[in-house]
């Protein structure tokens, strides 16, 4: 079992940046494959990048891709989203999560069995 807490959100304008942080505790973080996922008012909870187990896969989503970096460190035990860029239409609550599989990334939250509570990121025009 692994619990996860992100941390990291907050209050940024168009074109800025911020680095989410997820830390996991528990056991079998190094084995797991880990996803980024976020949620905006009113809509359903959407892919935004995922990453291997050995960090040989990354995966992102159209809307992301070029602008935010999903990395790992399995000594720490932390997963990091690096959003450079970032619009308005990124505000969301970004949860982190974790697929005991490993390997390969898969975009579907389902696939998920670990979910942390998640962190605001507003993003002002």
């Known amino acids: 079992q692994v619990q996860l807490v992100e941390s990291g959100g907050g209050l940024v304008q168009a074109g800025g940046s911020l680095r989410l942080s997820c830390a996991a505790s528990g056991r079998g973080f190094s084995s797991y494959a880990m996803g980024w996922f976020r949620q905006a008012p009113g809509k359903e909870r959407e892919f935004v990048a995922a990453i291997s187990w050995r960090d040989d896969l990354r995966s992102y989503a159209d809307s992301v891709k070029g602008r935010f970096t999903i990395a790992r460190d399995n000594d720490k035990k932390m997963v990091y989203l690096l959003m450079n860029s970032l619009e308005p239409e990124d505000t969301a609550v970004y949860f982190c999560?974790?697929?005991?599989?490993?390997?390969?990334?898969?975009?579907?939250?389902?696939?998920?069995?670990?979910w942390g509570q998640g962190t605001q990121v507003t993003v002002s025009a």
């Open positions: 999560a974790a697929d005991t599989e490993g390997w390969p990334v898969t975009s579907e939250d389902r696939s998920y069995e670990h």
